[in-house]
C-alpha cells in the first residue's frame, strides 16, 4: 500500500480506527540528535552490517523495540542508504501483529511514496512476542548460509561446544550467559517462497528450543535477537563467528561437539 494520509481517508466505515500519526506529530517519533535513538541507531547499525555482508542487494535488517514502539527500516532498499525519515513506527501490542502489506496499525508511515515496512515484520515480531526481546536482527550472512548447506538437507539443527565465543550468547536469546562447557543448539528451518510465510516455521521452532538465541533460515540467512539493541547485535556477532567456524571444522572434518 503506498504511503499516504489517504491510508486514512479512504478507510472502510467498518475497519477499526487507524492509529496512524501524521506530519510533525509522526516525524517527532524519528526525530532525535541522540545517536542512540532507535532511528538513528537502525540506519548507523544497518551501514555496519553492510560491511560485514550481513544486508547486501536490499536484504537482511534490523529492528528495534523501544517501550510502546517498533521501529522498522522499509522493504527492498539499499539498507546501508536509509535515514531516520525513511523509518516506520508501529505501535507494540501483542495483539497487533502486523499483517504484511497492512499499514492500517502503523503509527508512523515515511512520506515517501512507495515505500512498504520490511518483509522482515512479522518475523521481528516473533521474537518481540516470545522471547520479550528488544531488538531482532536478520542477516543473509554466507557463514550462515554456507553452514545449512554443509550441515545438510536432514539437519534440524546446529550444535557446537567448546568454543569461548558460546560465552557470548544467551538461553534463549535473552537468558543467562551460556559457559564455556554448554553446547550451543540453534534450530534450522526450511526457506519459503515469500519473507512472510517463514513466521509460523519460525514462532515453532522458537518454542521447540526454547534455549535458541537464533533460528537459521537454510539457504537464507539467520534471525538473532536479544533483550537490548547492544546485546542482539553482541550475540549476532558471536553466532557468525560461531557459524563461521562451524563451516571450517566441517570442511576441516573436525568434530563440531566435543574437545578433541
Ligand atoms: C535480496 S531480497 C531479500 C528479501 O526478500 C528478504 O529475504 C529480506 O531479508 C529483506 O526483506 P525486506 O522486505 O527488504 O526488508
Ligand atoms: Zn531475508
Known amino acids: 500500500m503506498a504511503s499516504s494520509s489517504s491510508n486514512v481517508a479512504s478507510a472502510p466505515a467498518s475497519e477499526p480506527v487507524r492509529a496512524q500519526l501524521q506530519g510533525a506529530e509522526a516525524d517527532a517519533l524519528i526525530t532525535s540528535t541522540d545517536p542512540e535513538h532507535p532511528a538513528n541507531l537502525i540506519c548507523e547499525l544497518c551501514r555496519d552490517f553492510y560491511t560485514l555482508g550481513w544486508v547486501t542487494g536490499t536484504g537482511g535488517g534490523i529492528s528495534i523495540r523501544h517501550g510502546k514502539h517498533v521501529y522498522l527500516a522499509p522493504s527492498g532498499v539499499q539498507k546501508e542508504r536509509i535515514k531516520p525519515e525513511h523509518i516506520f513506527v508501529l505501535p507494540f501490542?501483542?495483539?497487533?501483529?502486523?499483517?504484511?502489506?497492512?499499514?492500517?496499525?502503523?503509527?508512523?508511515?515515511?512520506?515517501?511514496?512507495?515505500?512498504?515496512?520490511?518483509?522482515?515484520?512479522?518475523?521481528?515480531?516473533?521474537?518481540?512476542?516470545?522471547?520479550?526481546?528488544?531488538?531482532?536482527?536478520?542477516?543473509?550472512?554466507?557463514h550462515a548460509v554456507l553452514l545449512t548447506l554443509l550441515l545438510g538437507k536432514s539437519a534440524k539443527s546446529f550444535r557446537i561446544s567448546h568454543q569461548e565465543m558460546i560465552k557470548g550468547v544467551r538461553l534463549?536469546?535473552?537468558?543467562?550467559?551460556?559457559?564455556?562447557?554448554?553446547?550451543?543448539?540453534?534450530?534450522?528451518?526450511?526457506?519459503?517462497?515469500?519473507?512472510?510465510?517463514?513466521?509460523?516455521?519460525?514462532?515453532?521452532?522458537?518454542?521447540?528450543?526454547?534455549?535458541?538465541?537464533?533460528?537459521?533460515?537454510?539457504?537464507?540467512?539467520?534471525?538473532?535477537?536479544?533483550?537490548?539493541?547492544?546485546?542482539?547485535?553482541?550475540?549476532a556477532e558471536c553466532l557468525d563467528y560461531l557459524f563461521e567456524m562451524g563451516c571450517k571444522m566441517i570442511q576441516a572434518g573436525l568434530p563440531l561437539v566435543g574437545d578433541d
Not at 515505500?115 to 522471547?131: G, I
Not at 539457504?219 to 535477537?225: A, D, L, Q
Open 93 to 142: 501490542a501483542q495483539s497487533s501483529v502486523p499483517k504484511p502489506g497492512s499499514q492500517r496499525d502503523f503509527l508512523r508511515i515515511p512520506t515517501r511514496v512507495g515505500l512498504k515496512e520490511s518483509a522482515c515484520t512479522p518475523l521481528f515480531w516473533n521474537a518481540f512476542t516470545l522471547r520479550s526481546a528488544g531488538a531482532c536482527i536478520h542477516t543473509h550472512s554466507q
Open 172 to 235: 534463549g536469546g535473552s537468558g543467562k550467559t551460556l559457559r564455556f562447557f554448554d553446547t550451543l543448539e540453534v534450530p534450522i528451518i526450511e526457506n519459503t517462497a515469500d519473507e512472510e510465510d517463514l513466521t509460523e516455521g519460525m514462532a515453532k521452532a522458537m518454542e521447540e528450543y526454547p534455549n535458541a538465541a537464533a533460528i537459521l533460515v537454510r539457504r537464507h540467512g539467520v534471525y538473532i535477537w536479544g533483550n537490548t539493541w547492544e546485546q542482539a547485535k553482541i550475540q
